[in-house]
């Protein structure tokens, strides 16, 4: 079955940094669009970045110009590279397979604040 494992999260002070990985197993992942999804108390579930097939990417406008999302397909793996973090980017962050998200992760948390 497609299971996806991210891990990455963690405490870290305003203006750091983190970087999410996501590990996907049971897809064919060099064809699949990932993404990563956040969610934070309270709040409504929103797409924060995507990567399709081909290497393209969307971003959420609160997160442009700060975060990256890439992809190994090598290793299965796709990435998202968080720089300038705010209080605001603490949520739960999800990692999602298929062009409509078909698949989730579990979650990891991330939590900005000093």
């Known amino acids: 079955q497609v299971q996806l494992v991210e891990s990455g999260g963690g405490l870290v002070q305003p203006g750091g940094s983190l970087r999410l990985s996501c590990a996907a197993s049971?897809?064919?992942?060099?064809?699949?669009?990932m993404g990563w999804y956040r969610q934070a108390p309270g709040k409504q579930r929103e797409l924060v970045a995507s990567?399709?097939?081909?290497?393209?990417?969307n971003y959420a406008d609160s997160v442009k110009g700060r975060f990256t999302i890439s992809r190994d397909n090598a290793k299965k793996t796709v990435y998202l590279q968080m720089n300038s973090l705010k209080p605001e980017d603490t949520a739960t962050y999800y990692c999602?397979?298929?062009?409509?998200?078909?698949?989730w992760g579990q979650g990891t948390q991330v939590t900005v604040s000093s």
């Open positions: 999602t397979a298929g062009g409509n998200s078909d698949y």
């Open positions: 990567i399709t097939s081909l290497g393209s990417t």
């Open positions: 049971g897809i064919f992942f060099r064809i699949v669009a």
